[in-house]
């Protein structure tokens, strides 16, 4: 059977939310006080956005093929990743089949492998991925889950990621991942603030409902170890992305001093099967947290997740919509997903890359039957009301 050819890429940015959640408005607690590997400098404490956590936006990849299908993908690239898809990987997809999708990957990677292998070039890589494969499954007339193998139970349950882990109990949400708001340079008063935080949380929260702390990249391992095991008092179910993702060894140390029960988890700033191999072989952490629109797409994440699942660790992608949702539901090592709180204040639900899709669905009662993903490709359209920016058009 002919399958159509791909007869037109575009790569589009957009600014204020969608696939760039940390774009936000003034006033967001995605953006209030979060400690960072900035917060050594105290001018870039209060806000992210100060020291451009922001500046990339999104990135929308459009990909046309010969019978008029058109499958599309958001990610975290912006005006850099318009350059590469366009100027760059474009000419590995113009003319192939919709369903030579290891191909393309494989040759966008190596091509790029002299300046990319991470960060936003993988990011780009993902966009593009994700978006070759919403074409093969419309194509196809299938949700991306059944190119995958199909759901391994009958719904997703997530937990929420947000400043008010109490707000997302009360939601039905499984669990509540905290921002951590101080960093080593706030000293021990920061250190008995973050502890206090979490304290107030067991609280309302009660013994048996999911805590954890996300630290983003912010401490040094001897204050993470400290951290941790003042928080194991608390119930913590996980620290998670303490260290700079490159310092494996440190991350293999925390997991070795880490309160008996507490979980270490990270991996959303890493990419590829290599980045991970690294993660698993090295013992650093007992779930890894790929993001899929930023590790290298579904293709790289089948990979990902099949090393993990032979190192028996958990796979729990950090939170990316739909493109986490379709993947999660068809891996028994997925056994949960995370869900970002993106309303400014985390007392309702809103889709997570909002305003950008339609149609993006969102856990209700902190759970998601698998029927609802059963669409075309992965069941999104891009909102007309949001303006697109081609700025590197070919030709
Ligand atoms: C809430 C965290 O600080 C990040 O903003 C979040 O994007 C990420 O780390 C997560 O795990 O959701
Ligand atoms: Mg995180």
Known sequence: MSMPTIKAVRAFTVRGGGADYHDQGAGHWIDDHIGTPMGKYPEYRQSRQSFGINVLGTLVVEIEASDGTVGFAVTTAGEIGAFIVEKHLARFLIGRQVTEIEKIWDQMYFATQYYGRKGVVLNTISGVDLALWDLLAKVRGEPVHALLGGPVRDELQFYATGARPDLAKKMGFIGGKMPLHHVPAEGEEGLRANIEELATMRERCGDDFWLMFDCWMS???NYATRLAHKAHEYGLKWIEECLSPDDYWGYAELRRNAPKGMLVTTGEHEATRWGFRMLLEMGCCDIIQPDVGWC?????LI????LADAHSTLVVPHGSSVYSYHFVITRQNSPFAEFLMMHPVPDQV???FTPLLLDEPVPVNGRMKAGVLDKPGFGVRLNPDVKLH????VG
């Open 219 to 221: 401490l040094d391992l």
């Open 296 to 300: 290298g797409g579904i293709t790289e």
């Open 350 to 352: 809103v889709p997570m």
């Open 303 to 306: 990979k990902i997740s099949a």
């Open 390 to 393: 081609r700025p590197y058009a």
